[in-house]
C-alpha cells in the first residue's frame, strides 16, 4: 500500500517522566456545562452536552515553559475554559458507572479554548470548540501517580489575575458517570480525550495575554497569545 501523499503525522501527548513514549490521541470528547455553582450538585441532571474537537486541535504545552499560540483565526471573542482531561487506556462500550475508572489510563490539564462569537443562536459548535490549536494540553499523568487527593483543586491565571477557580467535586457528571454516558454512544478507544468541563470564570482572551493554570496533582500549563 502506498499513499498519494504524507500522512498527517499521528496527534500525541507525551507522557510526565518517560522519555520517547507517547500517548497516541484518537478522539477528543467534550462535556459542556459540567459544573455547579451551588455546593450541593442538583441530581436532577438530565443528560450532558457533548461535543468533539479534532485529535491534532490537541497541542502540547510543556510544564516550565510557556507556549506561544498566535491568536486563533475569525474572532474576536476567544474563551479560555480551564479543565481536567481523562485519557482513556482501554476500549469499551456501555461500559458501568461502577467499572469506569478501570479504563482510565490518566489524566491532564487542559485548555478547552473556545472562539464565543462564533455561536449564533447557540449554532454551530464545531467552529466555536474544534479549531486549530484550541486544545493546549499538559503531559499525560499516569493515575496511578495522581494522588489521591479527590476532588482536585483547579485554577486559570491570566495575566497574574485569577480568573477561574474551582473544584472537580463540582461536576455534575462525574469522571465515571461521563465514562459510562460515552461509552453508551460511542466505543471508546485506547487513545481517546476527555475534556470534562470548567468551573466558573470563564471570559475573554485577548492579544498578547498569558494564561497559566492548573489541576492539583495532575499538573500546570502556560500559554501565551501572539499579538
Ligand atoms: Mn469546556
Known sequence: MSFLFAPQPQAVLPIDGLVNTYFPIHRVYGIARNYSN???????????????????????????ETLQLAFPMSTENLQHEIELVVAIGKAGKNIPVEEAMQYVWGYAVGLDLNRR????????????????????????????????????????????????????????????????????LYELKPGDLIMTGTPAGIGKIDRGDILEGG?????????????
Open 215 to 227: 489541576v492539583q496533582g495532575v499538573g500546570v500549563i502556560k500559554v501565551k497569545f501572539g499579538e
Open 38 to 64: 451551588e455546593k450541593v450538585v442538583s441530581k436532577e441532571k438530565g443528560s450532558p452536552i457533548l461535543f468533539q474537537k479534532p485529535a491534532d486541535a490537541v497541542i502540547y504545552a510543556p510544564e516550565g
Open 117 to 184: 462569537d462564533l455561536f449564533i443562536n447557540g449554532h454551530p459548535w464545531d467552529a466555536v470548540k474544534g479549531f486549530d490549536e484550541s486544545a493546549p494540553m499538559s503531559a499525560l499523568k499516569p493515575i496511578s501517580r495522581v494522588p489521591d487527593n479527590e476532588p482536585m483543586a483547579l485554577w486559570l491565571y491570566v495575566n497574574n489575575e485569577k480568573r477561574q477557580e474551582g473544584s472537580t467535586g463540582q461536576m455534575i457528571f462525574t469522571v465515571p458517570e461521563i465514562i459510562s454516558v460515552l461509552s453508551s
